[in-house]
């Protein structure tokens, strides 16, 4: 099982756990690029499976003869990293006899433009008025109120997690935003070693709430999805930004509209002619019906864990059997309510105090926490460039339990930050 750029431990730990059970006999491999430093944490994963493989991504001859010796032993590849999706459209061509999607499918569901556009070709109600722009001139500003209008969303194509996204109401706002997301696009895309042009994606601002599912669809195109999850951003509780604040499921969502979410993500699948992959959608529930926020040809963020706790659904799995191809296992019984939530600094600045989270710790619904910031660290919003201060996962048989728990960390969390 050759993996793309990024394994996790959970990834492992669920393999090994299926081989156990299924008497397989399957080892696990990653591909990583030889220019992309590795984290401690990544590195310490590296002990765990059977195969590390080393090349540089740019250069086809390479990949090509780095992979020369295992092509017969290669049962599926996959990637599950959004940042290691363009890495793994490089691979695809040199792997042919293994199910999966192609290099230009995983472009499309790479950039947010080519996937707009795609969506627009391919059925213009499941997607609202855009306009791409390279710069922040005085045409550009123009080209954006013709074809867009007020208010409307500005995102950088190829960014994920919602760095450098913003909303604007009015003409002088935009210029604002533009003229500094231009300026921090750079800088960001060198921080996360991406080589793509610097395109930025100005969308009307669609009101509703949001939701997200996860699929698996299959070599013919067929998609078998999961339960959804509703979204709350940022911008919900008073942030200037659309972090995914808090994600949950099960949803209050009727078969009807279940029905009609799933109708759309197909289509949108189809849009981007993917095939032998898990998908992860985002969309928003609008008065005109459902509307597409974007798809990636990867497991949602999250979604191991929020499907595991209340579904009992193995999400690693069942992204590999879809790419055997085998039908995947989708438990329906519920568990149990599951949230996973992001925390960020409420001011920008240096972090200089996080208390709260022993207390976290102690919770009847808490299942996991991960630290991503340390006293002394720099916290930027999601749309300055900036990543969470820490992330949190709660689970709980009864909803109401689960809404006090996430009431009570609310409470009890201190995070303060200094210019």
Known sequence: ILYIGKIHLPIVDSIRKYCKETKKDWR?????????????????????IDLQLTCDFNSPSAIQKTLLPYLDEILVMTCRAEDKIPSFAKVVPHIPYVNAPTSESLHWASSKIMMRKRLFNHNKNITVPFAVIKDASRESLYKIANNVGFPLIV??????????????????????????????????????????EQEVLVEKYMEGEMYSIDGYVSRKGVTYFCPPVHVKTGKS????????????????????????????????????????????????????????????ARVGGFRHLMYQYSYGIDHTINDILIRLPEKPIIPKKIKGHTVAMKFFAKKEGILTKLTGIKKIQELKSFKEININKNLGDNCLYAKNGGSSVFNLIMFNQEKSKLLADIRRVEKMLEIETTK
Request: proline share 2%; charged share 30%; with cysteine.
């Open 155 to 196: 995102k950088p194509s190829a960014l994920a997690a919602s760095r450098l996204v913003s909303i604007c109401f009015h003409k002088e706002e935009l210029e604002e935003v533009l003229k500094k997301t231009f300026r921090k696009i750079e800088s960001v895309y060198k921080e996360l070693a991406f080589m793509g």
């Open 28 to 48: 696990i491999a990653i591909l990583h690029d030889t220019k992309v430093k590795m984290i401690e944490k990544e590195q310490i994963v590296l002990e765990k």
């Open 237 to 296: 509780i008073g942030f200037d930004d659309f972090f995914g604040y808090q994600q949950m499921t099960p949803t209050t969502l009727k078969k009807e509209s279940v029905a009609n979410m799933e109708f759309v993500a197909q289509e949108a699948v189809h849009a981007l002619a993917l095939r032998s992959t898990t998908v992860h959608i985002e969309f928003f529930k609008t008065e005109d019906g459902w509307k597409i926020i974007e798809l990636g």
